[in-house]
């Protein structure tokens, strides 16, 4: 079908209400479930649940630009947070049969499993960073101009981790509010982006995952099975890259000179077991999501009356992207 074959020539259109007066469905019930926290659900509220016409001045311009698309970021955040507690449970389920077949004869082990759970790692890893972005770009459009290279409709949150990664400058008597909000939400995901603990590193490697996953798919992952006393086994994931366990791998009657396997299993893994590190990981990305969306909340409610964000409606149409392609040529029906 191509769309020219279509009809063009509309004089009435059927499909969803624009406006709302309650929240919808798909959002009570992620709130009711706790895949989305709290503040989410309450910035949800307080924008009149996304609804056409809910725009406060802040965001209102004429052609509907701004709050449209705070909107569609809004709804990828609740998505980002769905998808990724949809792969957290395939991914359970799959190591555990993957697991379990040890206990089963060498001919009767199935690989699917295991693959499945690589599979499923992958698109959990890509939802999470999905809902990290969503959260940068409503911070661009509330926040414009605030965090150091964070623009609106560029969805990054890396620019967000970097700005606070260094120490912010010593504040002005007098704050704008825009600014007083930055300052807060800076004081909210340090300690959590950056925490002085075991944790140290833990959005690094989840983005060093992330990011071989997007490029060389999920076969690329390795992972380790170890046993405990009981004979139960767990998956253990490489806290590096490339981990090359070939290069241990010695002749029968050569020297080998490398870490004992206590030496190099701590070193070269995370540890503990995928299925634990995966309900971390999912854990500590919605504490950046409640306190992201603690600070925006806040910010959205104070600066609705405001004058139109000009900066970030400039933004938002400077990054919009457009290109040529039609159709490829002989491929429609």
Known sequence: MLLKDCILDVDHVVMAPFIRNEPHQLWVESHKSGVIPDSVFTLYNLAGFLSFGSAPQYLKDRDNILFSYFSIIMESVR?????????????????SRTCDQFK????????????????????????????????????????????????????QFIRIERWLKEPLPVANIVLPPQENFSRQLYNELRPLVYPDSRERDWLPLMRLYRNKGAHLESSVFRLVYLHDDSG????????????????????????YNGPTPLELLSETLIHQDAISWVKGLNDKVKQVVEASFSVLKSAYKHLSELPINQAALKELQANSEKYEFEQFEGHHT
Do not use: C
């Open 79 to 95: 998505d980002s947070l769905e998808e990724a507690e949809r792969h957290i449970n395939i991914f359970t389920e799959s190591v």
């Open 232 to 255: 139960s086994f767990y998956i253990f994931f490489p806290r590096q890259w490339p981990f090359i366990w070939e290069q241990y791998f010695k002749p029968a009657g050569q020297p």
């Open 104 to 155: 089963m004869r060498v001919e009767e082990w199935d690989p699917i499993p295991g693959e499945n759970a690589k599979r499923e790692f992958r698109y959990f890893l890509l939802s999470e960073f999905a809902a990290l972005d969503a959260v940068a770009d409503l911070t661009a459009i509330l926040l414009t101009g605030l965090v150091p290279k964070l623009l609106v409709g560029r969805a």
